[in-house]
């Protein structure tokens, strides 16, 4: 499940939480105070002029729609099961898919230096996302052994 919602966060190009309390602002912010801070990075990042901002405003406010709908889901289903082994593989592939299809319509708004650097720091945070997850899952253990 954690794989999951870190494919998710990673599609629309969210940074990795390196302050504790960032998290929690996050999520106090609006879905739209989200997507501007996001179109906002994104522009200084990459040097977006006004009509590709605008158009990754329009990409960026579906994929938070889609972020917030799957949010809903899964608390729904939290109280239920946890998902068999075929359904986490069924929700990767659709994950992987709709990560390509961001990827199309980045390439299509983004010039070829843009798109370079917006993969290269997609790569760079799901890296640092990646460190952290093990770091937390190395501190469980070491939690639970003391225990």
């Known amino acids: 499940m954690k ?4 494919a998710v966060v990673l599609v629309v190009g969210m940074t990795a939480f390196a302050q504790d309390g960032r998290r ?3 999520e106090k912010l609006t879905p739209e105070q989200r997507v501007d801070l996001q179109v906002k990075k994104m522009t200084k990042d990459l040097d977006l002029n006004n009509k590709q901002a605008s158009e990754v405003r329009i990409l960026v406010q579906k994929e938070v729609e889609k972020r917030e709908a799957k949010r809903a889901e899964r608390e729904a289903k939290k109280a239920a099961m946890r998902p068999s082994k075929e ?3 069924a929700m990767k592939a659709k994950m992987q898919e709709e990560q390509k299809a961001n990827a199309i319509e980045m390439k299509k708004i983004l010039t070829a230096d843009q ?3 917006w993969e290269k ?5 799901k ?3 990646m460190d952290k997850m093990q770091d937390r ?3 469980r253990k070491k939690k639970a052994d003391k225990e």
Request: proline share 0%; hydrophobic share 30%.
């Open 3 to 6: 794989k999951l919602i870190l």
């Open 24 to 26: 929690e602002r996050m």
């Open 87 to 89: 359904e986490m593989e």
């Open 115 to 117: 798109y370079a650097k």
């Open 121 to 125: 720091n997609r790569e760079e945070r």
């Open 127 to 129: 890296e640092k996302m």
């Open 137 to 139: 899952k190395e501190n």
